[in-house]
């Protein structure tokens, strides 16, 4: 990575001790992890404003089902089942209104571009996407690590001779 212009900026010693123990468990420095949060920061401030509404409300939710249940939603399968519920249905207050004129419970709307962009059934897609996500996340876990086993193979061959035994 080459050079980057510096700035420099004054922190307290708490949140300096919180940076170094974030960048360690990254596996980073602490201005790789700074300018990581920064870029984090700033593509959020860039999303859909409803986008961050709703992402603000599902990180309110999670508080609160554990407050109300005493139990993390990832936890116990009924806490999951209530942060699941509280999701789906502060997803549809988040839902474009449809004027009853202009839906028809058999045809859907008229010149919906849903239909028009071939998407399919809704329930469908959404399942689709989200396997979909789950498994780019499972290929990512697996590719870190198989980067950490090699580098690990890679300092054990520094370590070790051709025929295993230690150098001397």
Avoid: C
Wanted: charged share 30%.
């Amino acid at each position: 990575m080459g050079r980057h212009p510096q700035i420099g900026i004054s922190l307290d010693s708490e949140m300096r001790a919180r940076l170094e123990r974030l960048a360690n468990e990254a596996n980073r420095s602490i201005a790789a992890e700074i300018r990581a949060r920064i870029e984090r920061t700033l593509a959020h401030d860039d999303a859909d404003p409803r986008m961050r509404e709703l992402v603000a409300d599902i990180q309110t939710l999670a508080r609160e089902v554990q407050s109300t249940t005493g139990l993390a939603w990832h936890a116990h399968p009924k806490a999951n089942l209530a942060m699941a519920e509280a999701v789906r249905y502060t997803v549809t207050l988040h839902s474009p209104s449809l004027l009853e004129d202009e839906f028809d419970p058999y045809f859907g709307l008229a010149g919906d571009p849903w239909d028009r962009n071939r998407a399919g059934e809704p329930l469908t897609v959404g399942r689709t996407l989200a396997r979909g996500l789950q498994t780019r996340k499972e290929q990512e876990v697996a590719r870190q690590g198989f980067e950490a086993a090699r580098e690990e193979s890679a300092r054990l061959s520094k370590v070790r001779g051709r025929r295993g035994r230690k150098k001397s």
